[in-house]
């Protein structure tokens, strides 16, 4: 087992862990001892984080343990180590000729870090990454084996522990037979098509994705469309025109990376991401931030970030909107709500894009106050939100605006001191459900 003394740095490079060791272990055994040991202990995974969020005194890699996977094409699962990224696992899938539900748009992140964290792809009915998940197993902080399965007491509540209940060290999926997709871009789509059409455009495909830098139109709709179903749109969208290229998602970049489209049928697994295998994804240099609305909030959300379009253009790169379907999984921000997902992808400038929100927060009555840069859940909304004014439009630091803070910065202060909260804690977060 290795450990590194060298600093790391996340993936967009605008943070320098502070971590005194980073452990490599390379057995689950090897991952008990360590977390019995270390006083404070975090999983780094695919560093795709933008803050401090995944920092602590002692970290630990599972990039070193063995894969493992295995295909159960009975029972439609497959499982893995905890050390898997996206990018690997398709490859035994495709092999195996099966395929989960939906992707991320980033093929390299690890599949336990998206899955404690919500992340999520698009798609009315398509749920968040965690919702595949049919079992787990994780270390606890003593140091003892913990497992779980989809029906157990409790259950919803582990999948979705941004790494506060355990270190995941292997993870079971659903999987489906293998299937085709095939994806096409349309240019130009008007605000007004978008607020009077928006539940027929983000269902217009298996997956649908709207980019935007806030400016008069909406730059492109990305529909990814089931070759096994039947095609939802004919000529343009709504007045958006449908491309004759390929096209990368921030405009003006070489689209070499990102998978065809042009409706060119291809593997479930080369439509669903936005950017081929293999390559640097996005712009490779950038840091990302999104918000999850409740989709009853969606439209009146982004009308408000459209009057802030002159603060927030200067520093973006592109947005991205999305759908969500609801799910069970106690702090998933998707919690019995289909939501909007606004994704922004900003110039690798943090200061800059720290100090306009703040000033966008000061100067309006109206923003977006759940991010998922370490991932919050829509029980915060809940629980910020007064009478029918939803949480994304609370108002300033008082009332409900405040109130919501104050649980981001107890839940945060609880997750940085509790990285590996003990099993028999479970029974108080089944009565608690984490603060409800």
Known sequence: MAEIYVPERNWAGTYTYQAQKLHRPRTVEQVQQIVAKAASVHVLGSRHSFNDIADSSELISLEDLPADV????????????????????????NDEEVALHTLASLPHISVAGAVATAAHGSGVTCGNLATAVAGLEMVTS????????????????????????????RITLDVQPAYEMKQQVFEGLSWKALSDHFDEITSCGYSVSIFTRWGQTNDQVWVKSRI???????????????????????????????????????????????????????????????????????????????????????????????????????????????????????????DAVQEMQRQSLRSTNAIPTLSVCWSGSTRAARFATHGSRPACLATRKEGPQAACEEWFDEKRHFFCLFPCLHARSRSRLSEQRMGE
């Open 228 to 350: 096994d179903e039947p095609d939802r749109v004919e000529g343009n969208l709504f007045g958006a025109i449908a491309a004759t290229v390929d096209r990368h998602l921030i405009v003006g970049l070489d689209p070499t990376l990102c998978t065809p489209q042009l409706g060119r049928p291809g593997l479930w697994s080369h439509r669903l991401p936005h950017f081929r295998m293999g390559y640097t994804p996005s712009s490779g240099q950038e840091i990302q931030s999104e918000y999850l609305i409740p989709r009853r909030h969606a439209l009146v959300a982004i009308e408000t970030l459209r009057a802030l379009a002159d603060k927030i253009r200067p520093l973006l790169q592109v947005s991205e909107i999305r759908r969500v379907a609801a799910d069970r999984l106690w702090m998933s921000m998707n919690y019995e709500e289909d939501c909007v997902g606004i994704h922004f992808t900003w110039k690798r400038e943090p």
């Open 70 to 93: 295995l295909v159960e094409h009975e029972a439609q699962t497959v499982s893995f180590s905890g050390g898997m990224t996206y990018g690997n696992l398709i490859k035994t899938l």
């Open 142 to 169: 003593s140091g003892e084996i913990l497992k779980a399965s989809r029906g157990e007491p409790d259950f919803d509540g582990l999948v979705v522990g941004l790494g506060a209940l355990g270190v995941v060290t």
